[in-house]
């Protein structure tokens, strides 16, 4: 007999009939939790096979000194080519340029973000057709838009940025060329900055407006109203933009193939780019797979510290996941 079993035996009847009435419905409520799970285990399974079964063949692959061009040159390294990783410079200049691609991408369009939604929380003539407008960068295909302002707005001779910045002294400058991740930045900026103006500007639509007018009430400015009471409420608004726009922007590969290839060298690259150079250009697929978990790991980390700042944000609790 189970300890659970004498423990039903020796208490009173009521106590009996009480906890076997409990351990019916934790019975109930385990096989109603498997009801409502089973649905979506093909879903899990799918998820499952698609992104963990790749990771551990590339896992394994970074433990091979494997060379498309050498045949036969294939075998077991060990954490060799985890060790070449840190002595590579090139690796850590490409991360040099991934952090300040996505800090200051992220940064910026926060910054224009919140400037064009203050904007578009204001009643004016024509303000749909604006807040449409302002929208499409988001919605164009990223590929389409770095060709766009590769040749069309960046163009040495007919571009339209040189255009526009000729009466100012400025002639037919190769703003790819000379500025390879400046250029990048910008169109990604160009790309992002609807994304956190919807964002911020839901922040803005959701606070109560009774709490604005109290304050005007009491004489504050709208300086002083917007630093003491409209920041602080878009605060966890903010914060969500950057970290939903630095995760997306760790991966980003598009832009830079279609505008600068990672050159002059690697001067724009960034690590998946660089990766990509390793695995189908060098054809080092060992190196390529390790720099690819370092990545993973790194993006793990980082959108783990993302959700626990979001889950924090909008709980309102210190202690989050």
Request: glycine fraction near 8%; charged fraction near 15%; hydrophobic fraction near 55%.
């Amino acid at each position: 007999m189970t300890t659970a079993a004498a423990d039903i035996d020796s208490a009173p009847l009521a106590e009996r009939v009480h906890r076997i009435r409990e351990n019916k419905n934790a019975t109930v409520s385990r096989t109603e939790g498997w009801r409502r799970r089973g649905p979506l285990l093909p879903a899990l399974i799918f998820m499952i096979v698609v992104t963990q079964v790749p990771f551990l063949f590339t896992l394994y692959y970074s433990t091979q000194s494997w060379n498309l061009v050498r045949p036969g040159s294939r075998r077991f390294v060990g954490l060799r080519n985890y060790l070449e990783i840190v002595r590579d410079s090139q690796f850590w200049s490409v991360t040099v340029n991934t952090v300040v691609l996505i800090v200051g991408v992220v940064l910026i369009s926060a910054v224009l973000g919140l400037l064009l939604a203050l904007l578009l929380d204001r009643a004016f003539l024509g303000r749909g057709i604006v807040r449409t407008l302002l929208i499409t960068p988001f919605l164009v295909t990223p590929v389409a838009g770095a060709l766009v302002w590769k040749t069309a707005m960046l163009d040495p001779v007919f571009g339209i940025v040189n255009f526009a910045l000729r009466p100012f002294g400025v002639h037919d400058v190769d703003w790819v060329s000379r500025y390879p991740l400046a250029s990048v930045m910008i169109e990604m900026v160009w790309q992002w900055t609807p994304f956190m103006m919807l964002l911020i500007l839901a922040g803005l639509q959701s606070m109560p407006r009774d709490i604005l007018e109290a304050g005007r009430v009491d004489g504050a400015g709208a300086f002083a109203l917007f630093r003491e009471l409209t920041l602080p409420h878009l605060r966890r608004f903010i914060e969500l933009g950057v970290v939903l726009g630095a995760v997306y922007l760790v991966n980003t590969f598009d832009a830079i193939y279609m505008m600068t290839q990672g050159g002059p060298g690697i001067a724009s690259a960034n690590l998946p780019f660089y990766i990509y150079q390793r695995a189908f250009l060098g054809f080092d697929i060992g190196q390529a797979a390790a720099m690819g978990v370092v990545v993973v790991v790194g993006t793990i980390i980082l959108a783990t510290s993302a959700l626990r700042l979001i889950f924090t944000s909008f709980t309102g609790k210190e202690e989050a996941a």
